[in-house]
């Protein structure tokens, strides 16, 4: 990283103030400009779900009396991608890169300015909220706040519970307490605590509360917003071996935003690169990290701070090394 | 921000004349007296009824008069009384002038007990004075404000009380200059403030407690600041902003009628005591008038509120 | 307390070796009464800064680690607070000194940074009228000499056209470049030491590198001491020459960095740096969580904090607090466990290879659950 330009305005950080991405800053019109690197075919194999050309637009609205809308903020500008099943794709970025706001539409949290949803095979996209009907059940989500995402006045039980309820899965208290206790279990949670509050338990056992409640349907996919981000760093190793081993013993498919890249790897089998609403590179994570393809995906990586007093020093070197190897034939 | 104001004030009127509308409506409907009657004197014949009817408008279709109301309240007329036929715009603006000078005197004292009282027990929270001062709040605001006035009056009236210190019930409507007319309110103005500015010190004191806490308060002792700068350049500005909110409300409120109690108590002639009259009297025409005094100011204060939210708070922004 | 004649004691000990400390943290304790009880936050921690070096410290939420270093700043006295021990700030004790003493050295001699730098700026007034605030506090200066300072500061720290922007506000800047701003007015009146309280811990990750960088250039180029308070083993790597690694309140293990890397000595350490994903890694080495989650700070017992946690406590412990001692055969190595060094190397040794605690335990001779081991 060049120590007199140290990209002082990057877009992403444009991007979190609701502006477009400014062309101010020369390396992020760099950025911008180069094209996306793609390393798979979309459309191949056995996909959960298909993701076309997703665009998120917030209008902009003006007007004395009656607001008009006069622009648009395009927060997400066009993402491609499939997940595979039984696989954990992984969406990666800085904030306001738009990886939130796919996942919310992906899960139809919010609805998509334009662009396909496929799901086992069927668009969701176009579909209004009340014909939702069993993707509602199919897709669950995990939210990056353990605190706030728990309603403070239900027992773990109830809250665990619920979506066996709303989808009648349920018949009687025995069966559900029964199958509630069980995913306790799953979850590491011991299933005594069954009557108690959210707020008696830490946050890392909250997150199992909340995956508790988003595994209870079985669904097939399930969306993890950057489940770890809020909890400590010994914490964090717990909560995502938990959904490593549920996704391997229930053969979910999982999708996995986050910001960070260390633990984006770990994860996941594929990662789609995400700067200023689109998808800049994708690959599967040992491409990712061997070889970075896009300039941004190097900027990203470079940035990681390493626990190893020389093994940035050695990165850098290495890489330094590879660029001129690869650059050295003419385009 | 000038294209912010005008949207505001349009919809400003919009309100208006909705609530007048309604008011309207609700006083035709309802059995409110046939003010043709009351003013045609015992026994009246039939063409004197009409010959009334007609001048006052009221043969004509009811939208037309209420048109005839929007439009000339337009140009701040408001006709005549029903029941006195007086012409109801000097009375209103006289009515206005005491409410005015009854509420915004009430609201300095009360600020200005609340900003000392409330910051006070903010910064020594749990303490003996933090104690004494929240729990004398709790009295304040739980006595009513008639049986406060009464009270006052008995202790403190020139007239009836036990100390004669100030200037009793009605000597306001006597008063004939500036200075006689401030030495009327001084009981009026207490009563008035005791309940607020028991809320208002609960109000600030907590929104201190809060703004104590933030990590911006650290941030200005970490850089060496003293106590005292601290807390008012850094706590106080930011902790106003709720008591600027209640403040548009109450004053809003206030003006437009809601002082009526102590109106009442201490004989003021004010908007309250107006529009409790002509209720009283079935007399449809103040009553509107008054209604639309009412919307008028709290929509006035609701934008003054706003646009005060932009000068304390630079985040703010309206387009 | 304040007498004249008492004033040599507050001196650095003679018997200190090399240059005294910039700073000197000597058996600082922090006890806050709360509902519950009291809550011992910070317990009997040492630690030394030299002029110009930076101290990492590491530890989660709960550690001590920003308790330790608000009390060195006297930002943690109030009626709830029990403060023991010294913090020798070249040479005086700051735990002693009345307030307006210490407000002069705030802001001036020891200036801080913190997490969010959103809600660490007044949001109602322009940056620039912050940083001549601060400037002022301890300047006899005019309005005009310190926004100068205020410009110069923020040209200093990166920010594009400082003249106009000294006039913007807080919410008018990108996350990194409000953190440009703290660090332009924490080192506006040029302290000797710099208190960075995660400073990056609510930016981006390239963000993050840029603003480490600034910290690293201006700490060069000024020659300030940093304490580097972070959850972060990788910022700590890249930043610091020593670390302190808190649990519970307490330093566990301090040494300078490449020791530390190197060969971690304290369980509790190694649960960390097992329990991280690293990029220099091979991606299929798994992680291996910390058990359990720290105690309460709430009437904790004399005795080893990590025990209950400790996967390797089987047979060398002795009951009671083990005290900070040296570690063999690395005299700047400290740590606060009682596990013998060859136990020590061939748990390490198993952990570094990517084996498993329970792998380490068996090749050390623990077997888990039987307590004591046969002697």
Same mark, same amino acid.
């Given at each position: 990283?060049?120590?007199?330009?140290?990209?002082?305005?990057?877009?992403? +950080?444009? &991007?979190?103030?609701?502006?477009?991405?400014?062309? +101010?800053?020369?390396?992020?019109? &760099?950025?911008?400009?180069?094209?996306?690197?793609?390393?798979?075919?979309?459309?191949?194999?056995?996909?959960?779900?298909?993701?076309?050309?997703?665009?998120?637009?917030?209008?902009?609205?003006?007007?004395?009396?009656?607001?008009?809308?006069?622009? &648009?903020?395009?927060?997400?500008?066009?993402?491609? $991608?499939?997940?595979?099943?039984?696989?954990?794709?992984?969406?990666?970025?800085?904030?306001?890169?738009?990886?939130?706001?796919?996942?919310?539409?992906?899960?139809?949290?919010?609805?998509?300015?334009?662009?396909?949803?496929?799901?086992?095979?069927?668009?969701?996209?176009?579909?209004?909220?009340?014909?939702?009907?069993? $993707?509602?059940?199919?897709?669950?989500?995990? $939210?990056?706040?353990?605190?706030?995402?728990?309603?403070?006045?239900?027992?773990?039980?109830?809250?665990?519970?619920?979506?066996?309820?709303?989808?009648?899965? &349920?018949?009687?208290?025995?069966?559900?307490?029964?199958?509630?206790?069980?995913?306790?279990?799953?979850?590491?949670?011991?299933?005594?605590?069954?009557?108690?509050?959210?707020?008696?338990?830490?946050?890392?056992?909250?997150?199992?509360?909340?995956?508790?409640?988003?595994?209870?349907? +079985?669904?097939?996919?399930?969306?993890?917003? +950057?489940?770890?981000?809020?909890?400590?760093?010994?914490?964090?190793?717990?909560?995502?071996?938990?959904?490593?081993?549920?996704?391997?013993?229930?053969?979910?498919?999982?999708?996995?935003?986050?910001?960070?890249?260390?633990?984006?790897?770990?994860?996941?089998?594929?990662?789609?690169?995400? $700067?200023?609403?689109?998808?800049?590179?994708?690959?599967?994570?040992?491409?990712?990290?061997?070889?970075?393809?896009?300039?941004?995906?190097?900027?990203?990586?470079?940035?990681?701070?390493?626990?190893?007093?020389?093994?940035?020093?050695?990165?850098?070197?290495?890489?330094?090394?590879?660029?001129?190897?690869?650059?050295?034939?003419?385009? | 921000?000038?294209?912010?104001?005008?949207?505001? %004030?349009?919809?400003?009127?919009?309100?208006?004349?909705?609530?007048?509308?309604?008011?309207?409506?609700?006083?035709?409907?309802?059995?409110?007296?046939?003010?043709?009657?009351?003013?045609?004197?015992?026994?009246?014949?039939?063409? *004197?009824?009409?010959?009334?009817?007609?001048?006052?408008?009221?043969?004509?279709?009811?939208?037309?008069?209420?048109?005839?109301?929007?439009?000339?309240?337009?140009?701040?007329?408001?006709?005549?009384?029903?029941?006195?036929?007086?012409?109801?715009?000097?009375?209103?603006?006289?009515?206005?002038?005491?409410?005015?000078?009854?509420?915004?005197?009430?609201?300095? %004292?009360?600020?200005?007990?609340?900003?000392?009282?409330?910051?006070?027990?903010?910064?020594?929270?749990?303490?003996?004075?933090?104690?004494?001062?929240?729990?004398?709040?709790?009295?304040?605001?739980?006595?009513?404000?008639?049986?406060?006035?009464?009270?006052?009056?008995?202790?403190?009236?020139?007239?009836?009380?036990?100390?004669?210190?100030?200037?009793?019930?009605?000597?306001?409507?006597?008063?004939?200059?500036?200075?006689?007319?401030?030495?009327?309110?001084?009981?009026?103005?207490?009563?008035?403030?005791?309940?607020?500015?028991?809320?208002?010190?609960?109000?600030?004191?907590?929104?201190?407690?809060?703004?104590?806490?933030?990590?911006?308060?650290?941030?200005?002792?970490?850089?060496? %600041?003293?106590?005292? *700068?601290?807390?008012?350049?850094?706590?106080?500005?930011?902790?106003?902003?709720?008591?600027?909110?209640?403040?548009?409300?109450?004053?809003?409120?206030?003006?437009?009628?809601?002082?009526?109690?102590?109106?009442?108590?201490?004989?003021?002639?004010?908007?309250?005591?107006?529009?409790?009259?002509?209720?009283?009297?079935?007399?449809?025409?103040?009553?509107?008038?008054?209604?639309?005094?009412?919307?008028?100011?709290?929509?006035?204060?609701?934008?003054?509120?706003?646009?005060?939210?932009?000068?304390?708070?630079? *985040?703010?922004?309206?387009? | 307390?304040?007498?004249?004649?008492?004033?040599?004691?507050?001196?650095?000990?003679?018997?200190?070796?090399?240059?005294?400390?910039?700073?000197?943290?000597?058996? @600082?304790?922090?006890?806050?009464?709360?509902?519950?009880?009291?809550?011992?936050?910070?317990?009997?921690?040492?630690?030394?800064?030299?002029?110009?070096?930076?101290?990492?410290?590491?530890?989660?939420?709960?550690?001590?680690?920003?308790?330790?270093? @608000?009390?060195?700043?006297?930002?943690?006295?109030?009626?709830?607070?029990?403060?023991?021990?010294?913090?020798? #700030?070249?040479?005086?004790?700051?735990?002693?000194?009345?307030?307006?003493?210490?407000?002069?050295?705030?802001?001036?001699?020891?200036?801080?940074?913190?997490?969010?730098? @959103?809600?660490?700026?007044?949001? #109602?007034?322009?940056?620039?009228?912050?940083?001549?605030?601060?400037?002022?506090?301890?300047?006899?200066?005019?309005?005009?000499?310190?926004?100068?300072?205020?410009?110069?500061?923020?040209?200093?720290?990166?920010?594009?056209?400082?003249?106009?922007?000294?006039?913007?506000?807080?919410?008018?800047?990108?996350?990194?470049?409000?953190?440009?701003?703290?660090?332009?007015?924490?080192?506006?009146?040029?302290?000797?030491?710099?208190?960075?309280?995660?400073?990056?811990?609510?930016?981006?990750?390239?963000?993050?590198?840029?603003?480490?960088?600034?910290?690293?250039?201006? /700490?060069?180029?000024?020659?300030?001491?940093?304490?580097?308070?972070?959850?972060?083993?990788?910022?700590?790597?890249?930043?610091?020459?020593?670390?302190?690694?808190?649990?519970?309140?307490?330093?566990?293990?301090?040494? !300078?960095?490449?020791?530390? #890397?190197?060969?971690?000595?304290? !369980?509790?350490?190694?649960? @960390?740096?097992?329990?991280?994903?690293?990029?220099? /890694? !091979?991606?299929?080495?798994?992680?291996?969580?910390?058990?359990?989650?720290? !105690?309460?700070?709430?009437?904790?017992?004399?005795?080893?904090?990590?025990?209950?946690?400790?996967?390797?406590?089987?047979?060398?412990?002795?009951?009671?607090?083990?005290?900070?001692?040296?570690?063999?055969?690395?005299?700047?190595?400290?740590?606060?466990?009682?596990?013998?060094?060859?136990?020590?190397?061939?748990?390490?040794?198993?952990?570094?290879?990517?084996?498993?605690?329970?792998?380490?335990?068996?090749?050390?001779?623990?077997?888990?659950?039987?307590?004591?081991?046969?002697?």
């Amino acid at each position: 990283m060049s120590t007199q330009d140290p990209s002082l305005n990057p877009q992403a +950080e444009a &991007a979190i103030d609701g502006l477009q991405p400014t062309v +101010e800053d020369p390396q992020a019109a &760099a950025v911008a400009a180069t094209p996306a690197v793609r390393r798979d075919t979309l459309g191949e194999g056995d996909n959960i779900l298909e993701v076309r050309e997703l665009v998120k637009e917030f209008p902009i609205t003006k007007g004395l009396l009656v607001r008009r809308r006069v622009d &648009a903020v395009r927060a997400v500008r066009g993402v491609s $991608f499939d997940v595979r099943r039984g696989e954990t794709f992984g969406l990666v970025g800085e904030s306001g890169c738009g990886k939130s706001t796919t996942a919310r539409m992906i899960c139809r949290l919010i609805d998509p300015t334009s662009g396909s949803i496929a799901f086992d095979g069927r668009d969701v996209a176009p579909l209004r909220r009340g014909e939702l009907g069993p $993707f509602r059940r199919d897709v669950q989500m995990v $939210f990056q706040d353990p605190y706030s995402s728990l309603n403070p006045r239900h027992t773990v039980g109830s809250i665990i519970g619920a979506p066996l309820d709303i989808h009648g899965l &349920a018949t009687g208290q025995g069966e559900r307490k029964r199958r509630v206790q069980e995913l306790m279990d799953l979850v590491g949670l011991n299933p005594e605590h069954y009557n108690r509050l959210p707020h008696e338990f830490s946050g890392g056992q909250r997150q199992r509360i909340g995956i508790a409640r988003a595994i209870a349907l +079985e669904p097939k996919l399930l969306i993890a917003d +950057e489940p770890v981000s809020a909890l400590d760093v010994s914490i964090q190793a717990q909560i995502l071996n938990l959904l490593r081993r549920l996704q391997r013993d229930l053969g979910l498919s999982l999708l996995f935003i986050a910001h960070d890249l260390s633990v984006v790897r770990y994860m996941c089998d594929r990662i789609a690169v995400m $700067f200023a609403g689109e998808i800049v590179e994708l690959a599967t994570s040992e491409e990712l990290y061997a070889q970075p393809g896009h300039p941004y995906t190097r900027r990203l990586l470079d940035a990681v701070p390493v626990p190893d007093p020389d093994a940035r020093a050695r990165r850098l070197r290495a890489r330094a090394g590879a660029s001129t190897d690869a650059s050295a034939p003419p385009a | 921000m000038a294209r912010y104001i005008i949207r505001r %004030l349009l919809w400003t009127v919009v309100t208006l004349v909705v609530i007048t509308t309604v008011a309207y409506v609700l006083f035709r409907v309802l059995p409110s007296g046939d003010p043709v009657r009351a003013r045609a004197g015992k026994a009246p014949t039939q063409d *004197r009824l009409d010959a009334i009817r007609e001048s006052l408008g009221l043969d004509n279709p009811w939208y037309q008069q209420l048109g005839d109301f929007l439009w000339n309240a337009a140009h701040f007329d408001f006709g005549r009384s029903y029941i006195s036929d007086a012409e109801l715009r000097p009375l209103l603006l006289d009515a206005l002038g005491a409410t005015v000078w009854l509420v915004v005197g009430a609201a300095i %004292l009360w600020l200005a007990v609340a900003a000392v009282v409330g910051t006070i027990s903010a910064l020594r929270r749990g303490s003996i004075p933090d104690r004494l001062a929240m729990g004398g709040a709790l009295v304040a605001i739980s006595a009513p404000v008639y049986w406060l006035g009464l009270v006052a009056l008995y202790l403190f009236a020139s007239d009836i009380g036990q100390f004669k210190v100030f200037p009793g019930a009605g000597s306001y409507a006597d008063a004939s200059n500036v200075l006689d007319r401030a030495w009327a309110m001084v009981l009026p103005w207490m009563v008035l403030a005791a309940a607020f500015s028991a809320i208002y010190a609960r109000l600030l004191r907590s929104s201190m407690l809060e703004t104590m806490s933030e990590d911006y308060i650290r941030t200005a002792r970490a850089k060496g %600041l003293t106590e005292r *700068r601290v807390v008012a350049r850094h706590g106080a500005r930011a902790a106003i902003t709720p008591i600027v909110t209640a403040l548009g409300v109450d004053v809003g409120f206030l003006i437009g009628g809601n002082a009526i109690l102590t109106e009442s108590v201490f004989n003021i002639p004010g908007l309250g005591r107006l529009s409790f009259d002509a209720i009283q009297r079935g007399d449809v025409a103040t009553i509107q008038a008054t209604v639309l005094f009412l919307a008028f100011f709290v929509c006035i204060s609701a934008l003054i509120v706003d646009l005060l939210y932009a000068v304390i708070d630079p *985040r703010v922004k309206y387009e | 307390m304040s007498d004249p004649q008492e004033t040599p004691r507050d001196l650095p000990p003679a018997e200190a070796e090399g240059p005294t400390p910039l700073l000197r943290v000597e058996d @600082l304790s922090v006890a806050f009464r709360s509902e519950d009880g009291v809550v011992q936050a910070v317990d009997r921690v040492s630690y030394d800064v030299e002029q110009g070096r930076t101290l990492g410290i590491v530890g989660e939420s709960g550690s001590g680690k920003s308790v330790s270093s @608000l009390t060195v700043m006297g930002l943690t006295r109030s009626s709830a607070a029990t403060i023991t021990g010294r913090v020798l #700030f070249q040479g005086r004790d700051l735990t002693t000194l009345g307030a307006e003493e210490l407000r002069r050295i705030r802001g001036n001699e020891i200036a801080m940074i913190f997490q969010d730098p @959103l809600s660490s700026l007044h949001p #109602f007034y322009r940056v620039g009228d912050q940083i001549i605030e601060a400037v002022r506090a301890h300047n006899d200066v005019t309005r005009k000499q310190a926004r100068a300072r205020a410009v110069e500061m923020l040209g200093l720290v990166g920010i594009p056209d400082p003249d106009r922007r000294a006039d913007s506000y807080p919410h008018e800047f990108s996350g990194g470049m409000r953190q440009r701003v703290m660090i332009a007015m924490a080192l506006c009146n040029d302290p000797k030491l710099l208190i960075a309280d995660e400073p990056t811990t609510a930016l981006d990750v390239t963000v993050q590198a840029q603003i480490l960088e600034l910290i690293d250039r201006l /700490q060069r180029e000024l020659g300030t001491a940093v304490v580097m308070i972070t959850h972060d083993l990788g910022v700590v790597a890249e930043t610091a020459d020593d670390i302190a690694v808190m649990y519970a309140g307490q330093i566990v293990e301090r040494a !300078p960095v490449h020791d530390l #890397f190197a060969m971690p000595r304290h !369980p509790y350490t190694w649960g @960390l740096l097992r329990s991280i994903p690293r990029l220099d /890694q !091979p991606r299929d080495v798994e992680l291996v969580p910390v058990d359990g989650r720290p !105690p309460s700070l709430i009437g904790l017992p004399d005795d080893c904090h990590f025990r209950a946690r400790c996967p390797y406590a089987a047979g060398c412990c002795r009951p009671g607090m083990p005290p900070l001692g040296q570690a063999d055969g690395a005299p700047e190595h400290w740590l606060r466990c009682t596990m013998p060094p060859e136990r020590r190397e061939t748990i390490w040794g198993v952990l570094a290879a990517g084996g498993t605690p329970r792998e380490a335990a068996e090749a050390a001779g623990i077997t888990a659950g039987t307590g004591e081991e046969a002697a």
